[in-house]
T-cell receptor, first 112, second 113 residues
Framework: DAKTTQPNSMESNEEEPVHLPCNHS???????IHWYRQLPSQGPEYVIH???SNVNNRMASLAIAEDRKSSTLILHRATLRDAAVYYC?????????????FGSGTRLLVRP | SAVISQKPSRDICQRGTSLTIQCQVD?????MFWYRQQPGQSLTLIAT?????????ESGFVIDKFPISRPNLTFSTLTVSNMSPEDSSIYLC??????????FGPGTRLTVT
């Protein structure tokens, strides 16, 4: 499985945008970029995913570099509830397995 | 979406004993997975629970230590056998399939004394 690299931690102020980077220089052509987050004392939850084009949903936006070697998860207006560990994961849906392999993630702290 | 419940939510066990964790899903799912999250760490995949066949274990995990059952498409169990303090972790069940999302249970917090 291709590896991702994320900063260990980031801080943000409440109601400001947050940009969480992820490097994946060994990404293959069929890997999708997935983001999950884990709130304190909960299991991870899906945030967003994409292949080549930028993606938006109600939770966040995903900006993917043209060469696909990096991506950025954007929270447009951070709230205290967004304080969590954010995981960037590559997954190839063409394979027979749907497993997710988690890296170390980025712990986001949101200051009130 | 899928709603997942796990039992027990937490337990304290003595070393040398075994604990079976149950995972129940509110709908039929193709794939079920078991993860371990050691204190302060990320999630590590233990195995894929296959319905009607033996589980597929990741490197570093063996069936004798973590036997898994998957009797149907909505239920699975993970047993942590012959426990030691190093097995103290949160164990999470997740489900996935043809859709792009995986859904995770709330986890079982295990403390081995």
């Amino acid at each position: 499985d291709a590896k991702t690299t994320q900063p260990n931690s980031m801080e943000s102020n409440e109601e400001e945008p947050v940009h969480l980077p992820c490097n994946h220089s060994t990404i293959s052509g069929t890997d999708y970029i997935h983001w999950y987050r884990q709130l304190p004392s909960q299991g991870p939850e899906y945030v967003i995913h994409g292949l080549t084009s930028n993606v938006n949903n109600r939770m966040a936006s995903l900006a993917i570099a043209e060469d696909r070697k990096s991506s950025t998860l954007i929270l447009h207006r951070a709230t205290l509830r967004d304080a969590a560990v954010y995981y960037c994961i590559l997954r190839d849906p063409s394979g027979s397995s749907y497993k997710l392999i988690f890296g170390s993630g980025t712990r986001l702290l949101v200051r009130p | 979406s899928a709603v997942i419940s796990q039992k027990p939510s937490r337990d304290i066990c003595q070393r040398g004993t075994s604990l079976t964790i149950q995972c129940q899903v509110d709908s039929q799912v193709t794939m079920m997975f078991w993860y371990r999250q050691q204190p302060g760490q990320s999630l590590t995949l233990i195995a894929t629970a296959n319905q009607g066949s033996e589980a597929t274990y990741e490197s570093g995990f063996v069936i004798d230590k973590f036997p898994i059952s998957r009797p149907n498409l909505t239920f699975s169990t993970l047993t942590v056998s012959n426990m030691s303090p190093e097995d103290s972790s949160i164990y999470l069940c997740s489900v996935g399939g043809l859709s792009y999302e995986q859904y995770f249970g709330p986890g079982t917090r295990l403390t081995v004394t």
